[in-house]
T-cell receptor, first 109, second 114 residues
Framework: GQNIDQPTEMTATEGAIVQINCTYQ??????LFWYQQHAGEAPTFLSY??LDGLEEKGRFSSFLSRSKGYSYLLLKELQMKDSASYLC??????????WGAGTKLIIKP | TAGITQAPTSQILAAGRSMTLRCTQD?????MYWYRQDLGLGLRLIHY???????GKGEVPDGYSVSRANTDDFPLTLASAVPSQTSVYFC?????????????FGPGTRLTVL
């Protein structure tokens, strides 16, 4: 079967750095996405990785290791508005997205 | 630019009744998707359409049907609603299914089946 694992919830302090991990087992791999979802809202795109390594985009970075079936999202200089759920999704061999349940990130002042 | 719109925003439906959730995009995207999101579970694909005139079944298609008569619209129909279909439904679209093509999501429809 196909599986995406992420921690259910994480807590971090404003101004700090947090790393959200994602491990996956899927039938095929055609890229990995990270989305942000604020409570009661739609998911919005953050990042895309298809090759191994780090992709940096402002305060957010995403890392991929295809051999380990592993990715992480790194958020720096945390702000209160970063309180949200972060969803990891893998595009499988059928080019459909398989989604993790999401990690709820709580930012404390 | 509106992006993707969904209607209604929320709905309470009696079990056994039928309902169509509407989805319209103005980005001229080829691919469209319907997901449901339930607490503690990831987004699950119900149906998809890679291009106008074609549709396919996702992970959880039972009890749902879709059509794609044109590029912009992708309605989802529940023929006879059951309480297990209580969920938040998201419509999404992407320019294509591969490459660096993110999916854009509509605001969602919160459906309660009693």
């Amino acid at each position: 079967g196909q599986n995406i694992d992420q921690p259910t919830e994480m807590t971090a302090t404003e101004g700090a750095i947090v790393q959200i991990n994602c491990t996956y087992q899927t039938s095929g791999f055609n890229g990995l996405f990270w989305y942000q979802q604020h409570a009661g809202e739609a998911p919005t795109f953050l990042s895309y990785n298809v090759l191994d390594g780090l992709e940096e985009k402002g305060r957010f970075s995403s890392f991929l290791s295809r051999s380990k079936g592993y990715s992480y999202l790194l958020l720096k200089e945390l702000q209160m508005k970063d309180s949200a759920s972060y969803l990891c999704a893998v595009r499988d061999s059928n080019y459909q997205l398989i989604w993790g349940a999401g990690t709820k990130l709580i930012i404390k002042p | 630019t509106a992006g993707i719109t969904q209607a209604p925003t929320s709905q309470i439906l009696a079990a056994g009744r039928s309902m169509t959730l509407r989805c319209t995009q103005d980005m001229r995207h080829n691919a469209m998707y319907w997901y449901r999101q339930d607490l503690g579970l990831g987004l699950r694909l119900i149906h998809y359409s890679n291009t106008a005139g074609t549709t396919g079944k996702g992970e959880v298609p039972d009890g749902y049907s879709v059509s794609r008569a044109n590029t912009d619209d992708f309605p989802l129909t529940l023929a006879s609603a059951v309480p297990s279909q209580t969920s938040v439904y998201f419509c999404a679209s992407s320019d294509s299914t591969g490459g660096y093509n993110e999916q854009f999501f509509g605001p969602g429809t919160r459906l309660t089946v009693l």
